[in-house]
């Protein structure tokens, strides 16, 4: 009964529900197929409408595969290109005169100038997923007559999640492109000069014949005295490129890209058939690259528990599975810790965390049972929230700290150097100011592989090892007694040699057992790390506050 509906909806072969798919998609096809032979068709099976199932088909495929070869949907690397939109153009217009009352007053309207692209961040958002590839400002409409002017274009505003780092890397402006593509084919300065003057200026030979060499050197004159030829676009060496780090939220939106003054209505030019045109903004090609902002990062190898020790801490439930690589983007949970030392999970002390695999299996089955099932833990713990029946955050219980962490794809010796998923997780996890190395104790040398983590991020960013300040013991449960003993002796004697100061915590995150230590670590370690960041940027505000002296006589230089 569930499914009925849905396999209905996708049947290549019945008219109705193809017809209802089509309204949603796009309605341009229907509208195009809608005149057709279709309605005709009383069995509803028409060759046009395989043609668009078949579309439909190819869309989907498209999209599909687009998104596999993303990395599902995580992207934090992306180059945009980026215009504002052209100015409208400027309108050739007359007045109407009664016959014979003298010449008709030029009274086209000037065009609308360009939308223009600005940026602004969101807390809700995670990836670069949303961003297109090409992002252009509205077009300004072009002027007309009776002095009406052309309507800006839109503005548009790209949206991203707050961490992002902006970096414009290549701008080139269409007239400079077009002067270059000239050079190119090596034309002469006559021709040059005519491409010129249409490029910038409409003219309309119709009102009265072919214009003339003079008539448009006149309108190129004009058009200079009011800056409005021959608009340059400055290099990235002479004006410095746009760089943004997002690192806070924004308050307004930036601008990245300013539209294109609109043309000069026949007014401005006083004749019946000259206007000019409107400016093509330069494109500008940026940069954007997601540093993901979570407080606490956990770094380990695949399959060592890093997501299932995620879902110990936060509501969220990542996907968990004894293979490798099954978490291939960074996910972000949030961690509330009350006063009374509880945080925001929903399971009890020992409570076995299941593969997800499982889970979604006993999920189907209590479904087929008519039981309630919640889609994800995160509204079971809503719901556990409103009934008050949770461990932590009960009613009048009060919150003492929140933090986010990002659970991240394994690393592999050579991450550094790009192996495995290299630096699209470790692009992440630099901004994080404590990081958690989860290790697997039940492997033969648990102390092996913390030397090849800390090598690992060394040898991405000098100084990003000694920012993690706990070592997690992961898959306790597996290891007898003294095993466990000894290979925790060796790490910590590691440890020592190195002269690093890191709490080490042995737990188990299959059965939630030894969480607890690991949140009043991480309250400890995030509320230090706050602490240093706010020391820092009050020191920065006070650099800049203070006045700037020169030489060793303490002059104060005025500020102009
Ligand atoms: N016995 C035991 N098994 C655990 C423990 N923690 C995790 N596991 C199991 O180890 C396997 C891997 O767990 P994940 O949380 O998916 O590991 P991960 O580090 O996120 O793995 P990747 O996403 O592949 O990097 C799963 O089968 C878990 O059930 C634990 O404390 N004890
Ligand atoms: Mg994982």
């Known amino acids: 009964m569930i499914l009925l509906p849905f396999i209905r909806t996708a049947c290549p072969r019945c008219h109705h529900h193809i017809r209802r798919n089509l309204t949603q998609i796009n309605p341009s096809l229907l509208r195009q197929y809608s005149s057709s032979s279709v309605s005709d068709d009383t069995q509803g099976h028409s060759e046009d409408f395989q043609d668009i199932a078949g579309e439909l088909r190819r869309r989907k495929r498209k999209a599909d595969s687009k998104r596999r070869q993303y990395g599902n949907t995580f992207i934090d ?8 939109g052209k100015g409208g153009s400027g309108a050739c217009a007359l007045q109407a005169t009664l016959k014979g009352s003298g010449p008709s007053a030029p009274c086209g309207g000037n065009g609308g100038s360009g939308g223009s692209v600005y940026i602004t961040t969101s807390p809700s958002l995670s990836s670069l997923t949303t961003l297109k590839k090409r992002v252009i400002g509205g077009q300004g409409a072009s002027g007309s007559g009776a002095h009406k002017h052309g309507r800006r274009g839109e503005d548009v505003l790209i949206t991203v999640p707050v961490g992002t780092i902006v970096k414009e890397i ?3 402006g269409e007239e400079e492109r077009s002067v270059r593509e000239e050079n190119d084919l090596g034309l002469d300065e006559e021709e040059k000069r005519k491409r010129k003057w249409q490029r910038w200026i409409v003219t309309h030979p119709s009102a009265g014949g072919e214009v003339s060499p003079e008539e448009y050197k006149d309108a190129e004159d004009l058009l200079k005295r009011e800056n409005r030829w021959n608009i340059r676009t400055p290099s990235l060496e002479e004006q410095p490129p746009i760089e943004l780090d997002l690192d806070q939220p924004l308050t307004e939106p930036v601008l990245l890209a300013k539209g294109g003054l609109g043309g000069l209505g026949n007014p401005f030019f006083n004749s019946p058939r000259v206007s000019s045109k409107g400016f ?13 902002l979570a407080d606490v990062g956990l770094v380990g190898f695949p399959n060592s528990g890093k997501s299932t020790i995620l879902r110990c801490l936060t509501g969220k439930s990542p996907e968990i599975a004894g293979y490798e690589f099954t978490t291939l983007n960074p996910q972000i949970g949030v961690v509330r810790v009350f006063d009374n030392g ?7 002390v020992g409570e076995e965390i299941e593969e997800s695999w499982v889970k979604r299996e006993k999920e189907e089955v209590a479904r087929l049972l008519g039981e309630e099932v919640f889609p994800d833990t995160t509204s079971r713990y809503n719901a556990e ?30 991450a550094s150097e790009n192996v495995g998923l290299g630096h699209s997780f470790l692009r992440s996890i630099e901004r994080s100011p404590v990081l958690v190395y989860v290790l697997d104790l039940s492997k033969t040398s648990p102390v092996e592989d913390l030397r090849v983590l800390k090598n690992e991020l060394e040898s991405y960013k000098k100084g990003l090892s000694g920012r993690a300040g706990v070592v997690v013991l992961n898959k306790g449960d597996m290891v007898v007694e003294q095993e466990g003993k000894e290979k925790i002796k060796k790490i910590e004697e590691y440890l020592q040699e190195g002269g690093e100061e890191m709490e080490v915590i042995v737990l188990s995150g299959k059965y939630n057992l030894g969480i607890q230590g690991l949140v009043n670590t991480l309250v400890g370690k995030v509320e230090s790390a706050r602490e240093e960041r706010k020391r820092e940027m009050e020191e920065r505000e006070r650099m800049k506050a203070e006045p700037k002296r020169v030489g060793s006589f303490g002059v104060r230089r005025l500020e102009v």
């Not at 690397?77 to 504002?84: I, N, P, Q």
């Not at 500008?284 to 690259?289: G, S, V």
């Not at 008050?388 to 991240?408: A, H, L, M, P, W």
Request: zero cysteines; hydrophobic letters at 30%.
């Open 77 to 84: 690397h992306l180059l945009v290109t980026v215009r504002g």
């Open 170 to 172: 290549r701008r080139e």
């Open 280 to 292: 093509l903004p330069p494109t500008q090609t940026f940069e954007f690259e997601l540093k993901l």
């Open 342 to 348: 509880g945080w925001s999970s929903d399971l009890g």
């Open 385 to 414: 929230v409103r009934e008050g029946g949770r461990r932590g955050g009960k009613k009048g219980e009060v919150e003492r700290i929140r933090f986010t962490i990002s659970d991240n794809p394994g690393l592999l010796p050579m």
